[in-house]
């Protein structure tokens, strides 16, 4: 059933009661229990063998687990409405239950009457909720007994049958009324004695209200950092606060019945200007600013009079406030106040306050001293009649900004009219001032005069802007950079491939041109970047040696003639007739200047002639200088005025598409102005569009004698014994081919160590060495040749060193070390030759290791295996040449042997990174090999290194292992 709603009043009591409750109820449930089980014995002994034993036995059983389980809920029980659930629903079952029990039992059986009696009363006493709840089980159970007694039973007479009536109405009744009336009673009981308990809580919170009082006005004015104290029409001492003993260091109980002139003010009797005589005569509080004489304190003392209810004086209240602090603080405002006035007046910037409508109200003197004019002249004024016209929508959308965003906003520049005339930047701060209610008032600014900052500014964006245009200038030659050495490496891809498939005599001799050609233009190219490289850094050096000044010319003529007569030009060298014969100075960087003008001036003219003229100033015979003019003349596509001044900048192109029709990468001519202004001379141009150049340069130069070498007839070198040091395996096959040619014996050394061990057996006419190899590089191989050489009193091997480090520092160190020359990466033929020549002619000849005098007479053909093994491409690319194949599988095999062995070490070190560059490096060699498991193999290795399992790892070693085996013949 639904629960029923109670009022504060009778929940309660309900829940005060409800432990009383539910204890007796649990002992009814108890005692009902007990019967059923009591009645479990009877139906076993009457009814035992008959139908309806069964269920009966499972009603009784099946009531005794409800009363339990009933029971378990309500002791638990903590709600009112959930006792009176469970009572009632316990009750109802009791109730319907024994009408059933009784309609079970024989017709003569009347002794269930006593029983349903003491059931109604108990149904009536146990259950405390509402009436309802009271009412219907009993009434329910008296109802079904007395239906099933008229009915069932045995008819018992008129007289029997009224008095069983008579008798449940009786127990209703009783059960009805003493209980009614016991929980009336209890109930008004328990209320009253809660209002009992409220009226006593009552008087006691009035009494606690009032000591509180009391105490509250103590604490107030102990709190007080005021002195108080009052005193009475005698001038006594009534009350004090704490802050009053404290101060003075005397107790409450000592100053309370004092007078307070005796205390206070060291009087007999109050003075006639005592304040206490002017607050009883007027009867008005008064506050007045003194120096409370106990304490030697400043103080404000305010004193007010107080009255009974008939208005007759009773007492003075007195509050002492120290002021001692804010008297000083006062103080400090004030100086502070002229030390501002101070610093604004002499601020080197400009203060100023402007209201929100843009006027002007204060200007401090800063604006005379940066300005030149009168603060008076602005004060009042809008700044838009300050400011430059220019610049007035800046400020305003300043200050609309700071309006909007009610934030301190700063960094307005603007400019403002100096008295003389000019123009002034100023950088201001634009500062809100806040009312109380946070309205602004006024702005407050400080303006700092910017104008030497501004033109730094914009010198400093100037030159970023030339710095940015020399970036995107470096970027256009690097893109041109790029093209101008893919094309002679296309050709020299191209044409040595055409090469090698070739049988044509003529045409191989027209492609190894070909090649040479395109091989000196990329030479020529990465020598241009290398010496803009070194002049930029101030690197480029210059040599100091004689030369026959008529040769360079003519070797300059012969070097352009084939390119003239290809585009059917006329090219013309015109010398004067007093040119030395020999002069000092760098006859390399000469050749490189005027190289540079004669390649220009083929290369941008289509028809016509170029003409080179070298003149000399006329000089003394007593005179060691001279100067001399080189003037190169075309009537090529000229160059127009406007692109004359960057003609000598690099990284510029006058026009990207002249550059894409004629090649070409811009730094020719850069180089020529650096080289001339290293060698302290001057370069000129004078051109127009469309009617061709001349580019002049004037060099001085040393004149000389011819040098002893030159008197000589340079004669074929004999074949000498030449140990060659090289770690890459085809630059020393290149040397070796290369010297052998030539007709020199020739040993080949793979390292420092294995060269020692040579040069310790055997003593070599020269060696040929390069200067960077692992471990021990040339110029530590030299130190120790020459120490060697020193303590066993040799002669001096010739050592020729090349590298491909073009700084004279390496150069030093090497000639330093005992070298004889230094040669330069890529390796010249020529050079490498008249090197030999020039440090082996005067050597005496020494024992070498036996060699056959003849070239190698040739081998047979290959093995089938060694052909199978290289690819197809190889093969061509050697001519399908036997010893050159066998010699390079040889190699190749070696190479591959070693990565092998480095990658074992790498899987049983477990080191990915060694396993990986081993990987790589076998990836590349074993593309040359025909056998394509061998590269799958390797690729796998490579991709795999960086997660693969090192077991698997090891397993596709040893696969590689295997199918990597040498070809049997």
Same mark, same amino acid.
């Given at each position: ?14 829940? @005060? ?76 079952? *009791? ?164 007078? *307070? *002139? ?18 009883? !005569? ?88 940066? $300005? ?71 702005? &407050? ?10 033109? @730094? ?156 003229? &070298? ?86 130069? $040393? ?8 008197? =000589? ?59 960077? =190899? ?57 050079? $490498? ?26 081998? !047979? ?6 052909? *199978?093994?290289?690819?197809?491409? &190889? =093969? ?44 790589? !490096? ?31 790892? @090891? ?15």
């Amino acid at each position: 059933m639904p629960p029923v709603a109670f009022g504060d009043d009778e929940r309660d009591y309900r829940r @005060h009661f409800l432990r009383q409750d539910a204890r007796t109820f649990a002992v009814l449930i108890g005692i009902a229990i007990v019967m059923h089980l009591l009645f479990i014995r009877a139906d076993h002994l009457f009814q035992r063998g008959t139908d309806i034993f069964v269920w009966l036995l499972a009603l009784r059983f099946g009531l005794i687990g409800f009363s339990a389980w009933t029971m378990s809920i309500v002791l638990r029980a903590d709600d009112p409405d959930q006792f009176d659930r469970w009572s009632f629903c316990w009750a109802m079952a *009791c109730a319907l239950a024994n009408t059933l029990i009784i309609f079970s039992r024989p017709g003569l059986y009347t002794g269930h009457v006593v029983i349903d009696l003491f059931a109604i009363i108990a149904f009536y006493a146990v259950q405390p909720g509402p009436t309802f709840n009271r009412a219907v089980p009993p009434i329910l159970l008296s109802l079904g007994s007395l239906s099933l007694f008229f009915y069932l039973k045995i008819y018992m007479g008129f007289v029997a049958s009224l008095a069983t009536v008579a008798t449940y109405i009786a127990a209703n009744i009783i059960g009805w009324v003493v209980s009614a009336n016991w929980r009336r009673y209890r109930k008004s009981s328990f209320l009253a004695n809660r209002a009992l308990e409220r009226l006593y809580q009552q008087a006691e919170a009035g009494r606690l209200a009032a000591e509180a009082s009391e105490q509250t006005w103590e604490r107030i004015i102990d709190t007080s950092p005021n002195l108080l104290f009052v005193i009475d029409g005698a001038y006594r001492i009534r009350r004090v606060n704490r802050a009053f003993v404290e101060r003075l260091g005397i107790s409450r109980d000592e100053a309370l019945g004092q007078r *307070c *002139c005796d205390l206070l003010c060291g009087f007999a009797l109050p003075p006639s200007s005592c304040l206490q005589h002017q607050i009883v !005569s007027e009867r008005q509080p008064h506050s007045v600013e003194t120096r409370f004489r106990p304490l030697g304190i400043e103080c404000r003392l305010m004193a007010a009079p107080l009255f009974d209810p008939l208005g007759r004086y009773e007492a003075t209240v007195f509050i002492v406030q120290d002021i001692t602090e804010q008297k000083q603080s006062e103080r400090e405002l004030k100086s502070a106040r002229e030390q501002y006035r101070s610093l604004v007046e002499n601020s080197h910037g400009i203060i100023y306050t402007i209201r929100p409508d843009g006027v002007i109200t204060y200007l401090s003197s800063g604006y005379s001293k940066l $300005l030149g004019q009168d603060p008076s002249t602005a004060v009042g004024r809008h700044f838009r009649e300050v400011v430059h016209p220019e610049d007035v929508a800046v400020c305003e959308a300043f200050q609309r900004d700071v309006l909007a965003s009610e934030t301190v906003l700063r960094g307005l520049e603007y400019r403002i009219l100096h008295q003389d005339g000019s123009l002034r930047w100023h950088l201001s701060n634009f500062i809100p001032i806040r009312n109380n209610r946070g309205q602004i008032e006024s702005f &407050v600014g400080n303006a700092m005069d910017i104008t030497v900052q501004k033109q @730094h500014q914009a010198e400093l964006s100037a030159a970023r802007e030339a710095a940015e245009a020399a970036s995107r200038a470096k970027s256009d030659f690097l893109a041109l950079i790029s093209h101008e050495i893919r094309t002679p490496l296309n050709a020299m891809v191209g044409f040595s491939g055409l090469a090698r498939r070739t049988t044509d005599s003529g045409q191989l001799h027209e492609y190894v041109d070909i090649l040479d050609q395109s091989s000196r233009l990329l030479m020529d190219l990465v020598n241009d970047v290398l010496d803009m490289s070194k002049a930029e850094a101030g690197q480029l050096q210059l040599e100091s040696i004689a030369f026959n000044l008529p040769e360079a010319v003519d070797l300059l003529q012969w070097q352009y003639v084939p390119a003239a007569g290809r585009k059917n030009l006329d090219l013309q060298v015109c010398k004067s007739d007093n040119l030395p014969l020999w002069i000092k100075g760098d006859p390399l960087r000469l050749r490189q200047i005027v190289s540079n003008l004669l390649s220009n001036a083929v290369k941008f003219t289509s028809a016509g002639a170029v003409t080179l003229t &070298v003149t000399a100033s006329a000089f003394a015979p007593s005179d060691n200088h001279c100067l001399l003019r080189f003037e190169v003349r075309d009537t090529g596509i000229g160059i127009a005025a406007e692109h004359l001044a960057s003609l000598f900048e690099p990284f510029q192109q006058i026009d990207p598409g002249i550059a894409r029709k004629y090649g070409g990468t811009g730094l020719g001519l850069a180089i020529v102005r650096r080289l001339v202004e290293l060698m302290e001379g001057r370069v000129e141009v004078a051109s127009q569009a469309g009617q061709g150049s001349c580019f002049a340069v004037e060099l001085p130069f $040393l004149l000389s004698e011819p040098p002893q070498y030159e008197q =000589m007839t340079a004669s074929v070198v004999e074949p000498l014994a030449i140990l060659v040091v090289e770690d890459n395996v085809f630059n020393r096959r290149l040397l070796h081919d290369t010297l052998q040619a030539w007709g020199h014996r020739v040993t080949e050394a793979e390292n420092a160590f294995q060269a020692m061990d040579l040069m310790d057996a055997t003593r070599f006419d020269c060696v040929v060495l390069d200067v960077r =190899m692992p471990d021990v590089d040339g110029v530590e191989l030299t130190c120790r040749l020459r120490r060697l050489e020193r303590m066993s009193r040799l002669e001096t091997t010739p050592i020729i060193a090349y590298t491909a480090d073009t700084e004279g520092k390496t150069r030093e160190q090497c000639l330093a070390a005992g070298m004889q020359t230094v040669l330069f990466k890529p390796l010249d033929s020529q050079q $490498l030759a008249l090197a030999i020549a020039e440090c082996c002619r005067r050597s005496s000849r020494i024992d070498a290791p036996d060699a056959p005098d003849a070239p190698p007479t040739p081998i !047979s053909p290959p093995m089938p295996a060694v052909r *199978c093994a290289l690819t197809d491409r &190889v =093969m061509a690319d050697m001519g399908h040449d036997s010893e050159r194949i066998e010699a390079y599988l040889q190699l190749l095999w070696d190479d591959v042997a070693s990565e092998l062995n480095r990658l074992d070490q790498a899987v049983l070190m477990e080191d990915r990174n060694l396993c990986r560059d081993a990987a790589h !490096s076998l990836k590349g060699l074993c593309g040359y090999l025909r056998d394509s498991r061998l590269g799958a193999l390797a690729l796998t290795l490579h991709s795999s290194a960086s997660s693969l399992p090192f077991k698997e790892m @090891h397993d596709l070693v040893k696969q590689l292992r295997a199918l990597c085996a040498r070809p049997v013949a």
